[in-house]
């Protein structure tokens, strides 16, 4: 079992910057891969980055070059520095972490709200 605790969404003026935490229960190390997932109003769900436990990190497209994921391993924790925002990342932002064992479990946090003003 995985809880993950987000923090840091917020009110911001286009071209801000916020910076999202997510807290891991346990050493995630243990963890094979922790991102960040937003959904805005009336669309599905999307991926914005990820990191897995060898380093390895990926972005969607639109947020190439504005957000940077990191981790802080003693303290368990993930980090989505976003920058530059715009009011089409105006979403809920969920933390998601991926543990394979014999099968593919997947963790959510509970979302933490993010609106960008025009």
């Known amino acids: 079992q995985v809880q993950l605790v987000e923090s840091g969404g917020g009110l911001v003026q286009a071209g801000g910057s916020l910076r999202l935490s997510c807290a891991a229960s346990?050493?995630?190390?243990?963890?094979?891969?922790m991102g960040w997932y937003r959904q805005a109003p009336g669309k599905e769900r999307e991926p914005v980055a990820d990191?897995?436990?060898?380093?390895?990190?990926n972005y969607a497209d639109s947020v190439k070059g504005r957000f940077t994921i990191s981790r802080d391993n003693a303290k368990n924790t993930v980090y989505l520095q976003m920058n530059s925002l715009k009011p089409e990342d105006t979403a809920v932002y969920y933390c998601?972490?991926?543990?394979?064992?014999?099968?593919?479990?997947?963790?959510w946090g509970q979302g933490t709200q993010v609106t960008v003003s025009s």
């Open positions: 346990r050493n995630i190390f243990t963890i094979n891969a």
């Open positions: 990191i897995t436990s060898d380093g390895s990190i």
């Open positions: 998601n972490a991926v543990v394979r064992t014999f099968r593919v479990q997947n963790y």
